[in-house]
């Protein structure tokens, strides 16, 4: 689209933004206060604070809606504050909503595809999905298509966990790891263009590299490519004492995200489909 409006433009945004400009299109970004890309139209707000948000340039844009949930509870209460600010003779004409595969929750290793029903078991899961029928309930009320990506985790060489490998957090043994999958941010980038052009009204799409691995694999394979020792292992047992739950959250569910619809619909070759194309110097 000619026109493009980025909310929620950090470092997947930002990429977003750079090939935009390179196609021609106009872009504004929004966040809470970082400085936009040069080339771009900045806007900076709060999704917890309508009051901030008047002004956006919604209206005949193609919107990619990256920002994060709220911290806490089942509700995505940014998403319906930002569709709120949004008047009548202001709409979009398309809306791509970034959500994730955890809505799918544990599927105990089985593929999950667009047909498998959500299952959210996790607080961020349930957020995610109440977001994704905020975005087509809103749509339908106001007849602006909307696509919705669930997205895997993403990484990047510059998205590693840095922190965590720095200060020697453990991970769960290789043995009793279970499958992930994930995506690199540039594939992700291109997946959300893709989806803004070619995605049909109210489509999902699995983002995937659809090479899953073990999170324990990709953080010595992040260990490796930062020069860091790779961490500690331990079992499940000790895992529940020393870490977070929401690390215990991300070793505990499992599912095989089938990513076939994405690159036939959307017309995708993934310039990274594994996770040692991805962590290539």
Same mark, same amino acid.
């Given at each position: 689209?000619? =026109? ?9 945004? *930002? ?6 400009? $390179? ?12 400085? #936009?890309?040069?080339?771009?139209? =900045? ?30 509870? =089942?509700?995505?209460? *940014?998403? *319906? ?9 202001? $709409?979009?004409? !398309? ?6 595969? #955890?809505?799918? #929750? ?19 899961? !349930?957020?995610?999905?109440? #977001?994704? +029928? ?39 043994? $290789? ?8 995506? =690199? ?69 499992? +599912?095989?995200?089938?990513? +076939? !619809? ?20």
């Amino acid at each position: 689209m000619e =026109h493009l409006f980025i909310v929620g433009c950090g470092a997947v945004g *930002r990429r977003i933004a750079r090939l935009a400009l $390179e196609q021609g299109a106009q872009v504004c970004t929004f966040n809470r206060g970082e400085a #936009g890309l040069p080339g771009t139209r =900045h806007f900076s707000g709060n999704l917890d604070d309508a009051a901030s948000l008047q002004g956006l340039p919604t209206r005949g844009a193609g919107v990619i809606y990256l920002a994060p949930p709220p911290g806490g509870g =089942h509700e995505e209460s *940014r998403v *319906r504050t930002f569709l709120s600010a949004i008047d009548v003779g202001e $709409e979009p004409a !398309k809306v791509v909503y970034i959500s994730t595969s #955890g809505v799918y #929750g544990d599927c105990d290793g089985a593929v999950v595809s667009e047909e498998t029903p959500p299952n959210p078991q996790t607080s961020r899961g !349930k957020r995610r999905l109440h #977001g994704e +029928r905020l975005f087509q309930e809103w749509g339908r009320a106001r007849a602006v298509p909307v696509v919705v990506l669930r997205v895997t985790a993403i990484y990047a060489a510059d998205r590693l966990p840095v922190s965590q490998l720095q200060s020697g957090q453990p991970v769960l043994r $290789e043995e009793e790891c279970l499958p992930t999958n994930r995506v =690199h941010a540039d594939d992700l980038s291109r997946i959300c263009l893709a989806a803004l052009e070619r995605g049909g009204d109210g489509e999902l799409f699995n983002v995937s590299d659809g090479s899953p691995g073990t999170m324990t694999a990709y953080f010595n394979a992040a260990a490796d490519r930062l020069g860091l020792p790779r961490p500690a292992q331990v079992t499940m047992e000790q895992a529940r004492m020393v870490m977070t739950p929401l690390m215990i959250s991300y070793f505990s569910e499992s +599912r095989l995200v089938d990513n +076939r !619809k994405m690159l036939d619909q959307l017309g995708i070759t993934l310039l990274y489909p594994n996770l040692e194309a991805g962590l290539q110097p």
